[in-house]
């Protein structure tokens, strides 16, 4: 009996879980919430003009922990700084979210994507055109 | 006289119950173990040296990948030795969090092991019964830092940002369904006649040996040795919380696995009284020049841009000196032992695994034991390889 009973109380635990809910979802049709602070795959912020609010100060260069952005910078008639190549190396990104908390215009976000799936190897490295149409997604 | 031949086997460092990438090579006599001998460096990264080649603040992510599940305490550590270097007090409010979210760390830790134990020994369903619960608080660890292992979210100086709204309820509601799972668990295993037949009396480890070997946390309290850096050498006001240490007596698998459970019914204790006597105030230390200023300044304030970008840029400079802080994390006591010489960055960086030193007592533990007690025996010293590997 000492042996049987603590099986059965066992048993009747698991029995009694049949006729609860499943907990799990079914991924890809539907998506895991992720909270407000999630550090997903990076966006730039868009200014009034639409184009890029980086300014290209080299902050999130300097700041990055395994250097996986490239900039470029240019130069407009005004003498406005602005990034003539902006790429982050999703290889090399660790998602620490240094170069957001870096940024003092706010223009590199990590965003709430976290879906990272490509049949070319070149289709996964973020340049300046996909990080703003990450912008357009989310809004 | 016929010689007595042993066989030699290799274990891992490919098997799943070694829990990573370890490899042991047994010496056999028929199913009987005469001799074990661990290797390990299958994951080295050399994370001790790339911290010489980073700022200080570039050298926290490196901590998350030590002990990936408990990143917090890991995270806590690192903070706390260069605090110590940099001789700045820690705001009330900010230590307390970091109480709270530190002692969360260590019941999804303590859960993924009862979980992955459980399995290893046979018994399937608890493991999914403790990834439930795990994958609640890990949501919570997520709300707060935005990452499910990485957080990131303690700082040197304080914390990353303030609480997110909706925590305080999350944690709350969280730790108030826990102790009925942790009841489901024990009405699973505690008594079940399987469970005891694996865990009693195997992996054996005396109180001399575990003091010995140097062995912490929860193995060496299964031992009955009550050491506990947290009530030893209190550290981020631990001293202002009531708590418990638990106890072994056997110093046996089973204690280690009860041990466990109660240091997660404790843990729950302390995160309900942070809380409940959660202080007001900042969670930054005022310390312009080692503290970035909030971000809503910089937009604002030249000063704050100024030193935003200094701070950044070239990262902090403690003064010339060292400093080492051990703390309490999952596995045991987790140190920090952390030089200045007075550049930005450190000179060195040493770190006290756990995982490391409570590796070195498995060849006493699995002496003269079956194989199957092998897998038994490691899974319960709850081994982290990123962390041993470093």
């Given at each position: ?139 | ?189 505690t008594e079940n006649v399987i469970w005891k037949g694996r865990t009693k009396g195997v992996g054996f480890l005396s109180a001399e040996d575990a003091i010995g070997y140097g062995v912490t ?49 404790q843990s729950i204790r302390i995160v309900t009284q942070a809380i409940e006597s959660l202080p007001e105030g900042p969670i930054k230390v005022n310390a312009p020049q080692y503290v970035p200023p909030e971000k809503e ?94």
């Amino acid at each position: 009996m000492k042996v049987i009973l603590p099986l059965l109380k066992g048993l009747r635990l698991t029995f009694s879980r049949i006729f609860t809910k499943p907990i799990t979802y079914q991924y890809p049709e539907k998506k895991h919430k992720v909270p407000e602070r999630w550090r997903g795959i990076h966006y730039f912020k868009k200014n009034e003009a639409g184009e890029t609010a980086c300014v290209a100060c080299g902050l999130c260069v300097k700041v990055c922990p395994n250097q996986c952005i490239t900039l470029e910078i240019g130069e407009k008639f005004d003498g406005k700084r602005y990034p003539l190549k902006y790429e982050i190396d999703p290889w090399r990104c660790i998602y620490c979210g240094f170069c957001q908390d870096a940024c003092p215009v706010n223009a590199i976000n990590l965003g709430e994507d976290y879906e990272q799936a490509h049949y070319r190897k070149e289709d996964f490295v973020l340049d300046m055109k996909k990080l703003l149409a990450m912008y357009e997604d989310k809004k | 006289m016929a010689e007595t031949k042993y066989m030699t086997i290799n274990m891992g460092p490919q098997h799943p119950a070694t829990h990573g990438v370890l490899r042991v090579v047994l010496e056999l006599d028929g199913e009987t173990v005469v001799k074990s001998t661990p290797h390990i460096g299958y994951l080295h990264r050399g994370i001790e040296k790339i911290f010489e080649n980073r700022t200080y603040w570039q050298g926290e992510p490196l901590t998350d990948r030590l002990d990936y599940t408990s990143g917090m305490s890991n995270n806590l550590a690192y903070c706390l030795a260069v605090e110590k270097l940099l001789g700045v007090e820690i705001p009330k409010r900010a230590q307390y969090i970091r109480v709270m979210l530190s002692e969360l760390q260590r019941i999804a830790a303590h859960l993924l092991w009862v979980a992955t134990h459980a399995l290893d020994m046979g018994a399937m369903t608890v493991l999914f019964y403790g990834f439930r619960e795990r994958e609640n608080c890990l949501k919570v660890l997520e709300t707060v830092s935005g990452a499910r292992l990485m957080p990131d979210y303690i700082r040197f100086g304080g914390l990353r940002e303030e609480l997110p709204g909706g925590f305080i309820d999350m944690a709350k509601s969280f730790i108030e369904e826990l102790p009925g799972r942790i009841d489901e668990y024990e009405t699973l295993l505690t008594e079940n006649v399987i469970w005891k037949g694996r865990t009693k009396g195997v992996g054996f480890l005396s109180a001399e040996d575990a003091i010995g070997y140097g062995v912490t946390g929860p193995v060496l309290r299964a031992s009955g040795i009550n050491y506990d850096v947290r009530k030893a050498y209190p550290y981020s006001s631990y001293e202002e919380f009531d708590f418990e240490i638990p106890l072994g007596t056997h110093g046996d698998i089973y204690d280690r696995y009860l041990v466990r459970l109660q240091e997660m019914r404790q843990s729950i204790r302390i995160v309900t009284q942070a809380i409940e006597s959660l202080p007001e105030g900042p969670i930054k230390v005022n310390a312009p020049q080692y503290v970035p200023p909030e971000k809503e300044d910089v937009a604002s304030d030249m000063a704050a841009l100024i030193r935003h970008f200094k701070i950044m840029a070239d990262g902090i400079k403690p003064p010339k000196g060292e400093a080492y802080v051990s703390i309490e994390s999952s596995k045991g006591e987790l140190g920090f032992y952390v030089v200045s010489d007075g550049t930005e960055r450190p000179y060195r960086v040493r770190i006290r695994p756990p995982s490391f030193l409570n590796l070195g007592s498995v060849s006493k533990m699995i002496e003269g034991a079956l194989v199957a007690d092998v897998v038994a025996a490691i899974g319960s010293l709850d081994i982290v390889l990123g962390e041993i590997d470093k």
